[in-house]
């Protein structure tokens, strides 16, 4: 199969960012002196805690070493889906079946959040009740899905559909596939949207956010932390991480610890006949692929595919080379697009922690950090954001989330070396089909 190199007319910036204007007035230049609450991360999770905190009435600053939304949450997928990244199945060995109840409701409610959040603050967020399917390879696992629709409708009342055969085929327009399962509830956004939205909302209350202020250090006397930034020192009662994948590594080790950065990869094709995209992406629903290396896409309102996934592991591949990478795989699952041309190509960084769940909690200096969605983030983030929100400020007690064990492993320290020998693994599995 020959490709058509046209990465010198392929821009290397996300195409979210790229076709969406921030607004003005939303960042100030310095951050005060003194804040009931400082929160580290301009992202979904740092934004939504800060707008809970405004609305209980904390005097809140929000720091960001980057600019509003530059790590993840502007340039992600835009794709709300149902659930945690490990199964049902596996979260109610662990925590038994009331408090997987809870997470699995609030993997629910977070998606209305998202919608919550646009109405309440008056924005467009791009916000669409798409629904999804979930795409598998293997012939005999459509009996298996099956029977893990049967078990979500039994306990969790929760309804998805499996479909194989003339069936698929009426919302996939791809041969590389064997069955798919429809679900209703997830939805599509414009990430970028969403953000400067969420920004905007949250400035509009009166709550500081401070751009390239990056915090050089963490201190602690008595009741009162010392936020030292690039752009001067923050007195706070309470302190918030929430940098999620962006974590820096000596800020607070036994957090990084905790959460390994993984790269995630998009491309955007430039826009495309209405009626191949018609025939190829039937229903116009969000799409991933249930592999270790798994490829997410979807529909652009300008009619683009919108295409993600990772090679490997790392978070710093060269973006021609993912670009190539993933016409590659395009090319597989649609051959009719085996000379696509892309407009973008962009990548940014999730956190993954070792039992693939998010950790809400403190250190034992007292640091609230939420982190480590595991690719969920822009479902779960704005929701959890919410919540921890709620915890520092008084006006919630608890959370499913909180105080869950936080599994380390000896051999990390906060350098990811086992990343390579982990991709190969991981790419050996996804051919067994395993």
Request: hydrophobic share 40%; proline share 5%; net charge neutral.
């Amino acid at each position: 199969m020959c490709i058509r190199d046209r990465s010198n007319l392929m821009k290397t910036v996300p195409y979210w960012t790229d076709r969406t204007v921030r607004p003005d007035g939303i960042t100030r230049e310095d951050p005060p002196s003194t804040a009931d609450v400082v929160v580290i991360g301009a992202g979904v999770t740092g934004l939504t805690a800060a707008r809970r905190l405004a609305d209980i009435g904390r005097a809140v600053v929000v720091v960001d070493a980057m600019e509003v939304g530059q790590g993840a949450s502007a340039i992600n997928g835009g794709q709300l889906n149902y659930g945690l990244k490990p199964s049902t199945a596996t979260l109610t060995k662990r925590f038994g079946p009331e408090t997987t109840r809870a997470m699995w409701d609030a993997s629910l409610a977070a998606i209305d959040r998202v919608q919550q959040i646009a109405a309440e603050d008056g924005f467009d967020a791009g916000f669409r009740r798409s629904g999804a399917v979930s795409l598998g390879y293997q012939e005999d696992g459509a009996d298996a899905a099956r029977a893990e629709a049967r078990a979500m409708q039994e306990t969790f009342g929760f309804e998805t559909t499996v479909v194989e055969g003339d069936e698929l085929r009426s919302v996939i327009g791809s041969d590389a596939f064997s069955y798919g399962e429809i679900s209703t509830v997830d939805a599509a956004i414009d990430p970028a949207k969403y953000t400067f939205g969420l920004a905007g909302g949250v400035a509009r209350r009166g709550v500081p956010i401070v751009e390239h202020c990056r915090v050089t250090g963490l201190y602690r006397s008595g009741s009162t932390h010392f936020v030292a930034t690039s752009k001067g020192t923050i007195q706070a009662g309470d302190v918030l991480m929430a940098t999620n994948g962006y974590t820096p590594k000596d800020l607070i080790p036994e957090v990084r610890r905790q959460v390994v950065p993984i790269g995630s990869y998009m491309v955007a094709s430039v826009p495309l006949a209405s009626d191949v995209l018609d025939r190829l992406l039937p229903g116009n629903y969000i799409y991933w692929t249930q592999r270790r290396f798994l490829n997410y896409f979807r529909r652009s309102d300008d009619n683009r595919l919108l295409f993600g996934g990772r090679p490997n592991l790392s978070p710093s591949l060269e973006l021609p080379d993912v670009a190539h990478g993933m016409q590659t795989t395009i090319a597989e699952l649609f051959p009719e697009l085996a000379d696509v041309e892309l407009s973008h190509v962009w990548g940014g960084k999730l956190a993954a922690t070792f039992d693939l769940l998010p950790h809400l909690g403190r250190t034992a200096d007292g640091i609230w950090y939420l982190v480590g969605y595991g690719g969920h983030g822009m479902t779960l983030a704005g929701y959890l954001g919410t919540e921890v929100g709620g915890l520092i400020g008084g006006a919630v007690q608890d959370s499913p989330f909180l105080g869950l064990p936080h599994p380390k492993r000896f051999y990390y320290r906060g350098n990811p070396w086992f990343l390579p020998a982990g991709s190969v693994l991981f790419r050996g599995l996804d051919r067994l089909g395993r």
